[in-house]
Structure formats: C-alpha cells, structure tokens
C-alpha cells in the first residue's frame, strides 16, 4: 500500500513539472516557489489568508470582514476566517456586487501574482453583468455649459425625482391652502 502512495505523490509531481513546463519560465519559478513556501502535505491554510493569497480580495483584512459578514462559504457553509480551507473545497465569496465562484486546487500562505494564482483555483464564476451602453442620467457632455431649466427638469425626470409642477400632493395643497380661514 505504502508504494500506492509513493507513486501517486510522484505521479502529481509529474504533473506539476509538465505543467511548469508549459509555462513561461518566470511563472513556473514562481509556481515553485508558492509550493515550497505553502503547506506541507495534510495541512491547511485559513480560508481568510488564502482568498487573499489568489488575489480574490485586496487585503487579508478584507478577506476576513467578508468571512465574519457571511460574504464567504466553503462547500455552502458560512465560515469563520480561521476555517480550514483543503484542496477541492468550493469557496463562494460576494464581493463587490459580484460572486464568485472558485474550486481550491492548490494550498498557498503567501500572496502570489496573478499569473500564478490563477494556477491555484477553478473559477466556475458567473459570467460578469454587461455593463449598459447607455450613458447615465445626469452626465453632460465636456464644455456644454450649464444646463437650461428645460434640460434640468429632464435629468430630474430621468433621475426620478419630483419637479416643481408634478401633482405629486407634497407642496400644491399648501398653496391652495392659503388665503383660507383657519376652522
């Protein structure tokens, strides 16, 4: 049994020197390296530390509000930033109006570029919203100068908000309310 084991820990090295290879040769020295600086065999790395080591959040300090807000699940359980994150877990975070969608396939403790960790997950993210090609209310052109009343009262409809001359019941009962004797 014990040769089983051996041959596929030599078999995996294997496949991560052929997959090095394929590399440009600066990203597989860097792969290397965030192997030798990551976990040993068995061990784990906090869920926390490792979103932040594949870049997934800007700081690791983020990666740990989002865990504490509930923004972060591993296999669809809310998680606390010191949960142990293994290969083969699926991490879900909610992030910038986003989610994302990631597989763990390598365990790494230090932050890494973006070439290599992209090495160290599956995305299986949702594709991003398209952005609208329309152009948000209220932007006017460079050099228009200031808007005329008319144009006003169309970025404020637009915006949805109320204009002056809506009979909305906020402010014309007051006018028609004036000049008559109090009961």
């Known amino acids: 049994m014990a040769s089983q084991g051996t041959a596929n820990n ?18 597989a020295e860097a792969i290397a390296a965030a192997d030798a600086a990551g976990p040993q065999s068995g061990e784990t790395v906090r869920v926390d530390s490792w979103i932040w080591s594949v ?6 300090s983020m990666g740990a509000t989002a865990c504490r807000g509930g923004h972060v699940r591993v296999n669809g359980d809310r998680v606390k930033p010191a949960h142990a994150v293994r290969v083969g877990d699926e991490v879900r975070l909610r992030h910038d109006g986003r ?28 594709p991003p919203p398209p952005r609208e090609a329309v152009a948000p209310a209220g932007i006017r052109d460079r050099g228009a100068g ?32 004036i000049g008559k004797p109090t009961p």
């Open 10 to 27: 030599s078999g995996d090295g294997e496949a991560k020197a052929l997959d090095a290879k394929a590399l440009d040769p600066k990203v």
């Open 55 to 60: 870049r997934l959040v800007k700081t690791r």
């Open 99 to 126: 989610e994302r969608v990631v597989v763990v396939t390598r365990l790494i403790r230090k932050r890494v570029g973006a070439p290599v960790a992209a090495h160290c997950y599956i995305d299986d993210s949702p």
């Open 146 to 177: 200031r808007p005329t009343k008319r144009d006003r009262r169309e970025m404020e409809r637009l915006r949805g908000l109320p204009t002056p001359g809506d009979d909305d019941g906020l402010g014309s009962d007051i006018a028609k309310d």
